[in-house]
């Protein structure tokens, strides 16, 4: 059974730093790319960051040069260094597993403010 289960999402002041984790299980992971999405209140869900299984990495506009994906494929586990967090980070931000299929996690919560 794959499971995606993310991790260190909070509350923080803007300005923040924040890492999330998301440890995977019941996959291959150096076979899947893996990315980060978050989904604001009635907003669609988007692409946050994504790293592919070389390691290739790419980033929304509104992330670059702040936040940054990570892979450790000793602890199947994929991060997200978020830092300089502003109020418009503010979402659930959700894994993704994909390779012939997708696989989500089932997201946590980031919210910035004072």
């Known amino acids: 059974q794959v499971q995606l289960v993310e991790s260190g999402g909070g509350l923080v002041q803007p300005g923040g730093s924040l890492r999330l984790s998301c440890a995977a299980s019941?996959?291959?992971?150096?076979?899947?790319?893996m990315g980060w999405y978050r989904q604001a209140p009635g907003k669609q869900r988007e692409l946050v960051a994504r790293?592919?299984?070389?390691?290739?990495?790419n980033y929304a506009d509104s992330v670059k040069g702040r936040f940054t994906i990570s892979r450790d494929a000793a602890k199947n586990t994929v991060y997200l260094q978020m830092n300089s967090l502003k109020p418009e980070d503010t979402a659930v931000y959700y894994c993704?597993?994909?390779?012939?299929?997708?696989?989500w996690g089932q997201g946590t919560q980031v919210t910035v403010s004072s």
């Open positions: 993704l597993a994909s390779r012939t299929r997708d696989y």
């Open positions: 019941g996959i291959t992971f150096s076979l899947y790319h």
């Open positions: 790293i592919t299984s070389g390691g290739s990495r």
